[in-house]
């Protein structure tokens, strides 16, 4: 079983995720963490690649990763 603290960030209430969290439900920072109700009044996780809603996205995401590399190339 895997327990998550419910903590107050600012005016706003949130789950913090932790590692084994994020592996098993596979997330990664960015992406969509939906909770839909079941019929037997249990909760169904599903996630969404961030990137998904934005196209754009990915190549951001992997130029952030890469920018130092790019720069050395540059200078």
Same mark, same amino acid.
């Given at each position: 079983?895997?327990? &998550?603290?419910?903590?107050?960030?600012?005016?706003?209430?949130a789950?913090?995720?932790? /590692?084994?969290? $994020?592996? @098993? &439900?596979?997330?990664?920072?960015?992406?969509?963490?939906q909770?839909?109700?079941?019929? /037997?009044?249990? $909760?169904? @996780?599903?996630?969404?690649?961030?990137?998904?809603?934005?196209?754009?996205?990915?190549?951001?995401a992997?130029?952030?990763?890469?920018?130092?590399?790019?720069?050395?190339?540059?200078?």
């Open positions: 079983m895997i327990e &998550l603290k419910v903590e107050r960030i600012g005016d706003r209430v789950v913090v995720l932790d /590692d084994e969290v $994020l592996k @098993a &439900l596979h997330l990664s920072v960015g992406d969509t963490l909770l839909a109700p079941t019929a /037997d009044g249990s $909760l169904q @996780a599903t996630a969404r690649e961030g990137w998904i809603d934005d196209p754009h996205a990915r190549g951001r992997f130029l952030r990763r890469y920018n130092r590399t790019f720069e050395r190339f540059e200078g």
